[in-house]
């Protein structure tokens, strides 16, 4: 990476340390919510829990995919327009992987 891409990296998303951490802190708060559910839903019987379940691990699957792209250096980038996601969306959905404008209506 030149000086000058990872100065424009530096201002337009946010560092790669700090995308690892908000990921892992992410992963880590599903994985509680996946604990609590198993825990109180021992046999899985319930649907709702279930369905919940479903979506917590699919959400841990986004988060591994959004590992996988800050590796190969595409992170933060929406995959429909390629610009920069920005940061404050990033922060609040670390493993985005469009921008607001491209979000599927
Ligand atoms: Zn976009």
Redesign the pocket.
């Known amino acids: 990476m030149s000086t000058e891409t990872a100065r424009t990296y530096q201002q337009n998303r946010i560092t790669t340390h700090d995308a690892k951490q908000w990921l892992e802190r992410e992963r880590n708060t599903r994985l509680v919510q996946l604990t609590a559910i198993e825990e109180s839903e021992p046999d899985g019987s319930d649907q709702l829990m279930a369905a919940q379940t479903t979506a917590i691990r699919n959400v841990l699957e986004e988060i591994t995919a959004a590992q996988h792209r800050l590796d190969e250096g595409v992170y933060g980038v ?1 995959q ?2 390629s ?1 920069p996601i920005p940061v404050e969306r990033l922060e609040i959905l670390p493993y985005a992987r ?2 607001v ?2 979000l599927p209506r």
């Open positions: 929406c429909t327009c610009q469009c921008c404008g491209c």
